[in-house]
């Protein structure tokens, strides 16, 4: 039993390490010492007889460190999912939950998993706002928010949802006409489809060897959408990065293709954030699990390219 136990300490260790880029962070978040996370990290690395991390500069994970990762993620999220059931088996819902949700995200799939939702608990008053502007969940009315991306350090809770895979994309028709680019350096003599959230300085941010690298790109357009830049693409006009909830079906149909993938932009994961003891939190851990039973990991539009994102995966 104690063995099992030290199994799964080790897991959300390992997990937190990964999630974090960093013993040193990991551990702030544990709560735990420094010197604590590395020994259990060494034992893990012992009893599985693999390296997990290339230790130098940077902490970067190895190919056998990220098959880890995936079942790790997949055994912890099916624990809290059923630990979650027993103790709400039967919950009945009611009262208000306010909820700040990402505009293109709950456009293309969150909505319909809400309304869902809301069918489920039908005494439940969900009032959503949906933004890309990240509200400040201390300061505003609001009970928890939905996030895209890499999260900062902070005081409030995240719950980790999925994965939120983010591509280099351009349709075939423009790279015929300008060329496929073989190296970031090359994005200079491409014209770019920009975020302004993400991209308001005009360079591109990839990670080359392990090291996140800014990379300049003609600005061709700016826009704070991400089906804007869809259909800019779409279009042919020009190379930009967007989330794989938004592109997989028209990279499924060859209709946008894949750049650069040995060097796929971060996009981080799709969360639940909240206060620390908010009066509200049974009901966000019960639309925690049900997000991530309706979302899946890998997440139900991933799984539309898996082969592609695989290949991408395989070439680092």
């Known amino acids: 039993k104690e063995c099992h136990v030290n199994k799964f300490v080790d897991m959300t260790t390992f997990v937190a390490v990964v999630d974090a880029k960093s013993i040193s962070e990991a551990a702030k978040r544990l709560g735990i010492a420094k010197s604590v996370v590395s020994q259990r990290i060494q034992q893990l690395e012992k009893r599985l007889n693999t390296r997990l991390f290339e230790r130098g500069r940077k902490l970067i994970i190895t190919q ?4 880890f990762y995936d079942r790790c993620i997949h055994i912890l999220e099916e624990i809290e999912i059923a630990e979650t059931e027993a103790a709400t088996n039967n919950c009945h819902l009611t009262g208000r939950l306010r909820l700040s949700v990402p505009m293109a995200f709950t456009e293309r799939y969150l909505a319909s998993i809400l309304a869902k939702f809301a ?11 949906a933004t890309d502007n990240f509200v400040n969940l201390n300061d505003e009315n609001f009970d928890a928010a939905i996030r895209l991306g890499r999260l900062n350090s902070s005081s409030l809770i995240a719950k980790k949802i999925s994965v939120n895979r983010h591509v280099l994309c351009a349709s075939p028709r423009y790279l015929e006409l300008h060329g496929v680019p073989e190296h970031p350096n090359d994005l200079q003599d491409h014209e770019g489809l920009l975020y302004i959230l993400r991209e308001h300085n005009g360079m591109l941010q990839l990670p080359v060897e392990g090291e996140l690298q800014s990379f300049r790109i003609r600005n061709r357009m700016r826009t704070n ?3 804007q830049l869809l259909a800019a693409a779409m279009e042919g006009l020009g190379v930009t990065i967007l989330p794989t909830f938004i592109a997989a079906e028209y990279i499924e149909s060859e209709a946008l293709s894949i750049v650069l993938p040995k060097y796929t932009p971060l996009g981080g994961d799709i969360s639940v954030i909240h206060r620390q003891g908010h009066r509200n939190s049974n009901k966000i851990t019960v639309l925690v699990n049900y997000l991530r039973e309706s979302i899946g990991y890998p997440p139900i539009w991933d799984q539309i390219i898996l082969k592609k994102l695989q290949e991408i995966d395989h070439s680092y």
């Open 64 to 67: 056998s460190g990220y098959s």
């Open 119 to 129: 069918i489920e608990y039908p005494d439940l008053e969900l009032d959503i706002e």
């Open 225 to 227: 959408s991400g089906h």
